[in-house]
């Protein structure tokens, strides 16, 4: 398999989803990223169990499906980053290591004398990527946050929903995720820099400056028209009409629009003949204004199954899926064969799909995916690779630092 990233070698100091998942990106590409887990409780995504979300009827009642997902590939070292020993682990770790990554709170790990500033005195080399909130600089830097509170301080919150909901979250963590990919992008372009200078920098992606940066086309809008937009509904903020859900007789899918070149056959398709060359089904009203084109389509769309409108509409080369569920994704045949869900054997769950990566190189998937590792699972391994003797390990074990 193609391994771009192969020989770099990561130290993440993270938890949860941003740090987490910006390494599990770099870990897909084939670096070896060395996990530091808090000695004591590890890192937090362990605790979060299907039982605890699931409830007693679900399966795998102590099994963490978090800390899978953002975890598989990876090496554990445990550490207490408090002590001594436990912070030269990370200044000897990173004088052969290329990159530390983490999502601690920027100033956090100043304090223990391992900011950029330390670790350039170790490694000039280094690229030091820090996972944030609000981003490097301004009043907000050392305000708390999650992904929710991002997504309502960009503005996305208050687009999501139909116009009679209260602001409403996206149904998944957008901001960690996006902001970690945002993080990942940083990084190897940190590393490609370095090829050139051969030195290291900092890189700071922020889930608030993400979030800002993904809704530039409709953020640009307001800033150029003096206008503000609509809530998204069931399709977009500017756009309405055959655009997004509508439910079927037996479940809902979602058109993405239709423009002039498949409008007649559209029309054929659902029985709309009679507004073909009506101008108030024009491209501009039916694509963006489409209020009454939604009502048109309430109409029609539950008289077939969801199957039936696809065959129809996708023989005529209409933009148009199903609204799958996450049952239905987990049995998506064009999900599996590109190795966005992959297999996995787990110590206690046995073989499970697990979420895979969307990046390939050369055409080649990979299907299995490597297991998460085991709190602590890599201590002595890790330590041992990087020139501690048995001796100094038994230290610091002494020292509560592993």
């Known amino acids: 398999m193609s391994k771009p990233l192969e020989g770099i070698k990561v130290i993440e100091v993270g938890q949860e989803i941003q740090g987490p998942f910006a390494a599990l990106v770099l870990a897909d590409m084939g670096a070896d990223v060395i996990k530091i887990e808090n000695r004591e409780t590890g890192d937090l995504s362990r605790w979060l169990t299907c039982g605890l979300i699931g409830g007693p009827e ?97 503005g996305l919150m208050a687009k999501t929903g139909m116009p009679e ?125 489409g209020w009454k084109m939604i009502e048109v389509l309430d109409a029609i769309f539950p008289k077939k199954t969801t199957e039936q409108w696809l065959d129809e509409l996708g023989a005529a080369d209409i933009l148009v899926t199903e609204v799958a569920d996450y049952r239905m994704l987990l049995n998506n045949e064009q999900a599996r064969i590109n190795g966005y869900l992959q297999e996995l054997d787990h110590p206690i769950a046995g073989r499970v799909l697990v979420s895979g990566t969307p990046i390939t190189y050369n055409g080649e998937v990979r299907t299995q995916s490597p297991p998460a590792p085991e709190m602590g699972q890599h201590t002595e391994e890790v330590l041992l690779e990087f020139g501690y003797t048995w001796e100094e390990i038994g230290a610091l074990r002494d020292e509560g630092a592993i």
């Open 58 to 154: 679900a399966k795998n009642q102590q099994v963490s499906f978090y800390f899978t997902a953002m975890n598989r590939g990876k090496r554990s070292l445990t550490a207490d980053l408090k002590k001594p020993g436990g912070a030269a682990i990370i200044h000897r770790l990173a004088r052969s290591c290329d990159v530390l990554l983490t999502n601690y709170r920027p100033g956090v790990l100043d304090r223990l004398g391992l900011g950029f500033d330390d670790l350039l005195k170790d490694n000039p080399r280094i690229v030091y990527a820090q996972a944030s909130s609000w981003g490097p600089k301004g009043p907000w830097v050392k305000r708390p946050s999650r992904d929710t509170l991002a997504q309502a301080a960009s």
């Open 165 to 289: 909901d209260p602001p409403l979250p996206a149904g998944i963590t957008v901001a960690d995720h996006s902001g970690a990919l945002s993080l990942a992008a940083g990084v190897l372009g940190a590393l490609f820099a370095r090829e050139r200078t051969g030195k290291g920098q900092r890189v700071d992606a922020s889930i608030f400056g993400t979030l800002i940066a993904m809704q530039g086309f409709e953020l640009n809008f307001v800033s150029m028209s003096g206008r503000d937009t609509l809530r998204a509904g069931r399709g977009h903020q500017f756009l309405h009409g055959v655009w997004g859900a509508y439910r079927t007789s037996d479940g809902w899918l979602c058109l993405a629009g239709v423009d002039d070149k498949r409008w007649p056959d559209f029309c054929r398709v659902m029985g709309l003949q009679q507004l073909q060359n009506d101008p108030q089904f024009d491209n501009p009203t039916r694509n963006f204004h």
